[in-house]
């Protein structure tokens, strides 16, 4: 992201800011992160 | 007990309610809102899962006061889980304030949050508690604030200074 639009974040009200941090936990809750097999690794490095 | 019912949305004005009525029930001295919350409130946001609130203990023991921080909190429909105590689902840790963090607590800018008022750290105390911390995060939070931020550079030195702490090298 380009640091303009981080810092128009940034500056954003206090409350606002929350609810974004409430948005991406919710995000984070749904679509958590798959840890990576070790088949999936060699996949990849077959590509 | 009062319900405490899971939250969609982070329940901060609840958690901030809740310190105040910490200092109310003549539980804590004073209290401030520290650690990535605290972050947030001059940089951009960033998923975060819980909120440390820094206090200042009457009970002068080796507990703080923690116990009876807990059940009065418990009274009010907070759950316990390991460290934390939950509210609607949402995590919060309470922290004893001590040396750099007390002078956190104290020098707080206060704010009104949803018509809460509080208190939160001021970035410059944010940096310096990263600085003694110095895990990779906190020197990623330095980053974040001294690039986002706006503080008070002198103020900044001398707190540094005041508690023996030097900025990681980028």
Redesign the interface.
Known sequence: MKAEIRQKLAREPFAEKIRKVGQLVRLAKTFPRRQMKRGDIRQKAAI | MATNPPS???P?SEVLHAANGLVAAGLIEDWALGGA?AA??????????DADIFFIPKDTGLTAGIPAIYAHLQAQGWQVEREHLLIRGFPVQFLAANGLTEEAVREAER?E??GVPAKVFRAEHIIAIAASVGRAKDKARIEQIL???DFDKTYLAEVLQRHKLKLPTP
């Open positions: 969609d949305n982070l901060l919350l947030i409130y001059y940089v951009e946001p960033f998923t975060t899962y704010i949050y949803e690039q986002q931020a």
